[in-house]
């Protein structure tokens, strides 16, 4: 079992930063696979940025390549999203994942099954 714990939204204006934390609690080190999604109104929960835990590799959706970064510590208790450049169209609610089985697609989100509350994300013009 894994519990997830997302903090740090807000509202935002375009060209700021946030930084989105997710607490794990549980059992981490079960997990292989663990990111961030988002799902904005009207629309599918899409994968944002993932991270393979054992080797810190790092996937993007292409619309956050060079804005957003991924990262955990090194006790693999917390998840970190740094958000940069913000653009209206980062508006969604954010979710922390984590998959406890090997995955081929990480940015996939039926993939994972450990899903955090959600955190909102607004960024304003």
């Known amino acids: 079992q894994v519990q997830l714990q997302e903090s740090g939204g807000g509202s935002v204006q375009a060209g700021r930063s946030l930084t989105l934390s997710c607490a794990v609690d549980?059992?981490?080190?079960?997990?292989?696979?663990m990111g961030w999604f988002r799902q904005a109104p009207g629309k599918e929960r899409e994968g944002v940025a993932t991270i393979y835990r054992a080797s810190g590799r790092a996937y993007y959706a292409d619309s956050v390549k060079g804005r957003f970064a991924i990262s955990q510590d090194n006790s693999k208790t917390f998840l970190y999203l740094q958000m940069n450049s913000l653009k209206p169209e980062d508006t969604a609610m954010y979710y922390c994942?984590?998959?406890?089985?090997?995955?081929?697609?990480?940015?996939?989100?039926?993939?994972?099954?450990?899903w955090g509350q959600g955190t909102q994300v607004t960024v304003s013009s």
């Open positions: 549980g059992n981490p080190v079960s997990t292989y696979y």
């Open positions: 994942a984590a998959s406890t089985i090997m995955i081929i697609e990480p940015l996939s989100a039926p993939k994972y099954n450990y």
